[in-house]
């Protein structure tokens, strides 16, 4: 165990420090800021029970295939934070717990680190994940702003991760106040640094959702994999809306709450289009039986954001906690519909449709 949570507390500052990615958290924990009149969607299907499994519970396995790699559970821990030594302390408690569960693990955006030496260690999570699948994480955008193939290879090192995720964030750049809007001739520059990374490379929204038409353009040009990181959690036109002194996209920000694709229709849409493709199914993923959900619709892993974070900051306990209640929702859903593999549960034809 190390310095920063050997004591098992809080890992969020007492005060604001002004610090961008700290203060992401504090928002994110303190305010409201999910997306307000649009949901993930998947509480629009629902599991047909079958009374009789014929299965027993302690033999049902969460282990999945997932870009050639083998994961004990078809979870991910969403790209969330770092950057700052608060963030850097809270990635090391995810990691952690991610290694001891088996679970996947996303850092978040390492452009502060590949900017400045001195932040790289709030992303050095290898040392408590020495196994687990690890996202390095950067904003497409910053690809229109000087970062190249070489700025994502050393992201990619400085996180020691086999996989990288580009973020698309358009909205919340508009409304963050130092933000960056020229989103034009992404799709080419995307292309060039899928062709010169020697790693996976995938592409995820922020929670406004990836279309299947969208996702095909990204896998055409190369993506690895789709984290479609659809609406119904949080929405980041809310965040930034706390933080901007503008009135004028203060005010706007409100008209944004609901904007956005839901997550059940993104992973139906881009499965669809692409049968083969790699899918990570996140965005307003509550617990166990979403993701199981998430997974009869298409996804290959199911990810959490933002219900993780408040169990990471208060301690050690309480995110392992919800990581085994997790766990356990998921296996006692496939329990329920006679599951007893995850590729099962793929094919199960037990979850149906029931528009409201």
């Given amino acids: ?27 994110c924990l303190n305010e409201d800021v999910e997306g307000a009149g649009i949901t993930s969607g998947l509480e629009k299907y629902r599991f047909r029970h079958n009374a009789l499994p014929e299965l027993d519970f302690s ?26 030594k608060a963030t850097g302390a809270i990635n090391e408690r995810l990691a952690a717990a991610a290694e001891e569960r088996g679970w996947a693990l996303g850092v978040g955006s390492v ?7 001195e932040l790289a260690s709030t992303f050095h999570v290898r040392k408590q994940a020495p196994t687990i699948p690890v996202i390095a994480n950067l904003g497409a955008v910053q690809l229109n702003y000087g970062f190249d ?17 580009l973020h698309l964030n358009g909205l919340q750049e508009l409304f963050q106040p130092e933000g960056n809007s020229n989103f034009s001739g992404l799709l080419s520059r995307i292309e060039q640094v ?39 959690g949080t929405s980041w036109s809310q965040v ?31 499965r669809k289009l692409a049968p083969d493709a790699g899918i990570i199914g996140s965005g ?10 998430a997974l009869a619709l298409g996804a290959d892993l199911a990810g959490y954001g933002r219900s993780l974070l408040g169990p990471a900051v208060e301690s050690e306990e309480t995110l392992h906690a919800t990581l085994a209640q997790v766990e356990f929702e998921l296996r ?25």
């Avoid at 809080?10 to 700290?22: A, V, Y």
């Avoid at 193939?149 to 995720?165: F, K, N, P, T, Y």
């Avoid at 503008?246 to 920000?253: G, L, M």
């Fill in 149 to 165: 193939a070489d700025a994502c290879r050393r992201a990619v090192e400085i996180a020691g991760a086999d996989m990288l995720v």
């Fill in 284 to 293: 307003g993923l509550k617990n166990g039986v979403d993701a199981a959900k």
């Fill in 1 to 27: 165990m190390n310095e920063h949570n050997a004591d098992n507390q809080s890992l969020l500052p007492d005060k604001p420090t002004g610090e961008r990615k700290i203060e992401h958290v504090r928002l």
């Fill in 332 to 356: 006692t859903v496939m329990f329920g519909i006679g599951a007893g593999t995850v590729a099962d549960l793929r094919r199960t034809a037990r979850l149906v449709h029931t528009p409201s």
């Fill in 194 to 232: 899928c062709r010169q990374l020697h790693v996976p490379v995938g592409v995820k929204e922020v929670g406004w959702g990836i279309d299947g038409e969208t996702a095909s353009r990204l896998l055409g040009a190369g993506v690895a994999f789709v984290d479609v990181a659809g609406a119904g």
């Fill in 59 to 84: 033999d049902i396995s969460l282990e999945t295939p997932f870009l050639g790699m083998q994961l004990r559970t078809p979870f991910l821990i969403s790209s969330m934070t770092g950057g700052s």
């Fill in 240 to 270: 930034e809306k706390f933080r901007s002194k503008d009135p004028v996209r203060r005010a706007a920000a409100e008209a944004f709450a609901g904007w956005g694709n839901p997550t059940a229709e993104c992973i139906v849409e881009v």
């Fill in 111 to 117: 452009r502060a680190a590949v900017e400045k030496e």
